[in-house]
């Protein structure tokens, strides 16, 4: 795993437990609002890890799909988890859907273009969250919430979160870029 990669688990990884500190901040308001945040934050995290395990495993199809579907259906749980049952299975069955599709999206990509894809999909993440701050009209006195709030405030952060992504680097190693190489992972079983 490049330190690119590295880096940008740990991004993904902060980005959804915000979507968790969103979701149990306001658990008692709107249940339809809590949903929706159960809902975008399960499918944006599996599209965006079944995405990674489609690209990091390309070739192996049915593995990749699978991890996908269980990272998102565990994240969208976990997102659903603080507030109602309904909830937790929205967020659950939204990662599945999200995992799935992420994991096709991955082992479709165009070799060499794997990089921009993520980075465009952590963005969309990035921006759905915002906009779900912004849904719940947050009545806080936190300074951090209060400046995500303003539109141009916010547009400059996801510029700034942009054009860090693109200092990065390479996020994928390279033994992925070449198409005639297969990654093989730990979990996947070849009968000869």
């Known amino acids: 795993m490049t330190t690119g990669l590295l880096l940008f688990f ?18 008692q308001g709107d249940k339809m609002s809590v949903m929706m945040t159960a809902m975008a934050g399960g499918m944006m995290a599996g599209l965006l890890f079944g995405t990674i395990m ?4 390309r070739g192996d199809f049915v593995q990749s ?3 996908g579907m269980v990272i998102g259906m565990t994240i ?4 659903g988890m603080p507030a109602h049952l309904i909830t937790l299975l929205e967020g659950m069955l939204a990662g599945l859907m999200g995992g ?5 999206v991955g082992e479709m990509a165009t070799v060499g273009q794997e990089d921009s894809l993520l980075k465009f999909l952590f963005m969309i993440s990035l921006i759905v969250l915002l906009f779900l701050l912004r849904l719940f009209d947050l009545k806080t006195n936190s300074n951090i919430i209060q400046f995500i709030k303003n539109p141009l405030l916010a547009l400059l952060l996801v510029l700034f979160i942009f ?4 200092k990065i680097g390479s996020l994928i190693p390279e033994e992925q870029m070449n198409p005639n190489s297969h990654f093989h992972s730990v979990l996947a079983y070849h009968i000869h």
Do not use: K, P
């Open 10 to 27: 740990i991004a993904a990884t902060i980005l959804f437990v915000c979507y968790y500190v969103v979701i149990v901040g306001n658990r």
């Open 54 to 57: 489609g690209i990091l495993l």
């Open 65 to 67: 799909t699978i991890l």
């Open 76 to 79: 969208g749980a976990f997102l």
């Open 100 to 104: 799935m599709m992420g994991a096709m």
């Open 163 to 166: 054009l860090a992504l693109e």
